[in-house]
């Protein structure tokens, strides 16, 4: 009798995730079967298979591509997305270190202060942001990435925090009575251990980079536009000439690389997840 009722919640269990599964394809899969029509079809039959006279092949693509300097903001993403992750992972895990390592009173403020910075919502300090980034002539490509390190370093501390808790001193003793200077230890015996946990970082701050709309067109606005931001001067064309099909192709093409990304280091997550949480 309990195995039955077991077998019927598991059931039940992975039917839900397949239900949940198909809700969340399926808007990306609508997207990218109409990148393939032409634009009239895609406003009157958006759910049907283009073919016959609906199919365009990669005209969308040729010509979403080539609208507003797409293929400029697309690199100028990839650029903004690289360099910051990186600068992110690489100042907030020896933050983090230092605040594990370092025990005493500022340490520790500073650790709440980087949890405290998790919880206040953007929009409280876009204004202000802005002013200051402008003063600060950081209104760039460059400029930007040291503004996605100030709001992305809260989670990433916490994260690498709770890891390095779990990496035993007596490694680092050994480093330091072998002749390694202090950044010596970090780089090359403490962040190798830090991988699951950096790789589920730079996922987190990837997909949230690439996606932001609101902080490029704050900064950059619409000179220097960014993926997102372009995709959106894009669909702001004169009323009733928007071109849907490029449309519905920028976005398949802006969707392309963190997919492929998340793909090749999902297995990473949750491992970085609970060594972040539990071990912290």
């Known amino acids: ?100 390592r370092v025990k005493n009173k500022f340490t520790k403020g500073l650790y709440y202060v980087f949890v405290f910075s998790m919880i206040v919502p953007f929009q409280m300090v876009m ?11 950081f209104d760039n490509v460059v400029g930007i990435v040291l503004v996605y390190l100030g709001f992305g370093a809260g989670l990433s501390v916490f994260m690498f925090t709770g890891f390095v808790k779990a990496v035993p001193m007596e ?18 015996v403490v962040f190798p251990m830090l991988k699951p946990t950096a790789i589920t970082v730079a996922i987190l701050n990837a997909m949230w980079v690439w996606n932001d709309y609101l902080l490029p067109y704050l900064i950059l606005g619409s000179d220097h536009k960014t993926v997102p931001v372009a995709i959106q001067l894009a669909m702001q064309g004169a009323y009733g000439s928007t071109d849907y099909g490029g449309f519905m192709a920028m976005l398949v093409v802006s969707i392309i690389p963190i997919i492929v990304f998340y793909v090749c280091s999902q297995k990473y997550i949750i491992k970085g997840v609970i060594a972040g949480a539990v071990k912290g």
């Open 1 to 100: 009798m309990n195995s039955a009722k077991s077998k019927t919640g598991i059931g039940f269990f992975y039917g839900l995730l397949v239900v949940l599964t198909v809700i969340f394809i399926f808007p990306i899969v609508l997207v990218f079967i109409n990148s393939f029509k032409s634009r009239l079809y895609v406003s009157t039959v958006p759910f049907e298979f283009p073919v016959g006279k609906m199919f365009v092949g990669l005209e969308n693509y040729i010509n979403g591509l080539t609208t507003s300097g797409f293929f400029l903001s697309f690199l100028r993403s990839v650029w903004v997305s690289i360099a910051s992750v990186a600068l992110i992972i690489l100042c907030t895990s020896m933050t983090a270190w230092f605040i594990v």
């Open 127 to 137: 204004y202000t942001m802005t002013f200051m980034v402008t003063s600060l002539a």
């Open 171 to 188: 490694i680092e003793e050994a480093a330091t009575i072998d002749g390694c200077s202090p950044l010596q230890t970090f780089f090359l």
